[in-house]
């Protein structure tokens, strides 16, 4: 069955440090990888996907991502965090083999960057 | 800024009224999408369409109907509400096509239910 797990409900870094938000996934084939971002009063908004290639994908904002097929993890980075950073980030996987219209998201984790 | 709109940004009603959630896109797309979002809750996808006249059921359990008559309309209808349907809907829309990777979601700002 397709999932994605965010183990961290919240996370808190100062502005200027570098922050990591969490995700693994499960899927029955090669995921297609994203990661998307939540403003107060605003709806989600796309940050980067992983299709293929480089394990490294760069998106938005600055920020960035790692996808790790032996940990079956794609974890969301950035080397100096914002305070504007702050939001709720969702990573979302979708099997190209099975289920192939569907996006799976994980249950989101807050960003809490403080001055 | 994606050109997705749900309306009403917030309701409240009570218990066995029929409602309508109204989403709205622009950009054309072909696929739309319900979401459900609870606090510290995965989103569940509760419908979706690839195109007019078409819709299905997704993952989520839900007594909520859709249709799709129009490209650029998805409204969601709840015939008889109750209060365990309080929650934020999402509405989504992307132009992928079968076959292709390059599909990325488009979001509206949601709605957020409350059924006393």
């Known amino acids: 069955a397709q999932s994605v797990a965010q183990p961290e409900d919240q996370v808190n870094v100062a502005e200027g440090n570098p922050l990591t938000v969490k995700c693994t996934y499960s899927v029955s084939g090669n995921p297609y990888l994203f990661w998307y971002v939540q403003y107060p009063n605003r709806g989600l908004q796309f940050l980067l996907k992983?299709?293929?290639?480089?394990?490294l994908v760069k998106g938005s904002y600055g920020f960035e991502a790692e996808f790790n097929k032996s940990q079956t993890s794609f974890h969301l980075k950035k080397p100096s965090a914002l305070v504007s950073d702050s939001a709720l980030y969702f990573c979302a996987v979708r099997d190209p083999v099975y289920n192939f219209n569907k996006f799976y998201f994980g249950s989101g984790t807050k960003l809490n960057v403080k001055p | 800024e994606a050109d997705i709109y749900q309306t009403p940004r917030y309701l409240v009603i009570g218990t066995g009224k029929k409602i309508t959630l109204e989403c709205s896109q622009t950009m054309g797309h072909d696929k739309m999408y319900w979401y459900q979002q609870d606090p510290g809750m995965e989103l569940h996808l509760i419908h979706y369409?690839?195109?007019?006249?078409?819709?299905e059921k997704g993952d989520l359990s839900s007594e909520s109907t859709v249709s799709r008559i129009r490209t650029e309309h998805f409204p969601l209808t709840l015939e008889s509400a109750r209060p365990s349907h309080t929650s934020q809907y999402l509405c989504a829309s992307s132009d992928q096509h079968r076959g292709t990777s390059n599909e990325k979601l488009f979001f509206g700002s949601g709605t957020q239910l409350s059924v006393l």
């Open positions: 369409s690839y195109g007019v006249n078409s819709t």
């Open positions: 992983y299709i293929t290639g480089d394990n």
